[in-house]
């Protein structure tokens, strides 16, 4: 006789946050959640880890991963863009200031 395998199921971040808020603001027991989503306490004991790991990290604020490097498309969208709005931002402050003397003159 062989059982059949559960097919494997995935749970989206927002499944596990709920889960992991309800047993932390205790609406609900970790027997009850791990009954509800038909989960082994063991898994919702890693998304515990998980989140608290998360948070950890987030407030730490010597710990920060740098920012992974930009492409070269990119950057070099970014730095035309950043460019043409400089000389754009140029030429409406050229105006105001003539616009302001002719006025004051």
């Known amino acids: 006789m062989t059982t059949a395998k559960q097919p494997r199921r995935i749970f ?7 889960a992991v808020l309800s ?9 009850q959640l791990c009954q ?8 919702l004991g890693q998304w515990q880890n998980l989140a608290i790991e998360g948070m950890l990290k987030a407030l730490d604020p010597k710990k920060k991963d740098p920012l992974p490097p930009l492409n070269q498309r990119l950057s070099r969208l970014i730095e035309k ?12 402050l050229k105006a105001l200031q003539k616009a302001k003397q ?3 003159g």
């Open 36 to 43: 509800e989503l038909d989960i082994s306490p063991a898994l």
């Open 81 to 92: 863009k950043l460019s043409g709005s400089a000389t754009s931002l140029e030429k409406r």
């Open 102 to 104: 002719s006025s004051a």
């Open 12 to 18: 989206d971040p927002q499944q596990k946050i709920t």
């Open 23 to 31: 047993i932390w603001t205790e609406r609900r027991t970790t027997a």
